[in-house]
């Protein structure tokens, strides 16, 4: 059974950090790509970025410079570091196992987490 737990979410001023981690089970972890999925209210989910099984990372446009994905394969465990946080970094994020991933392409797996909730408010 493949379990994702995420955690580290809450609330943090304009400007500041905070770390997710996602704790894998029930798969290979480190030969299996991750990604990192928001969602804001009232939109879709989207791809903030994710990394491969080799550690090759790729990010969405509005995180790049911001945000850091790392994985620890001897824990099981793939991180989000999320620096400078804006306001519209407000949304629940979700980690994911990939079914494919590569250094320019990420394709999502069933596997979820069941998300940790980040707010960025002043």
């Known amino acids: 059974q493949v379990q994702l737990v995420e955690s580290g979410g809450g609330l943090v001023q304009p400007g500041g950090s905070l770390r997710l981690s996602c704790a894998v089970s029930g798969i290979p972890f480190s030969g299996n790509g991750m990604g990192w999925y928001r969602q804001a209210p009232g939109k879709q989910r989207e791809l903030v970025g994710y990394i491969t099984s080799g550690g090759s990372t790729n990010y969405a446009d509005s995180v790049k410079g911001r945000f850091t994905i790392s994985r620890d394969n001897a824990k099981n465990t793939v991180y989000l570091q999320m620096n400078s946080l804006k306001p519209e970094d407000t949304a629940v994020y979700y980690c994911?196992?990939?079914?494919?991933?590569?250094?320019?392409?990420?394709?999502?797996?069933?596997?979820w987490g069941q998300g940790t909730q980040v707010t960025v408010s002043s």
């Open positions: 994911n196992v990939a079914r494919y991933s590569s250094a320019i392409y990420y394709t999502p797996t069933e596997f």
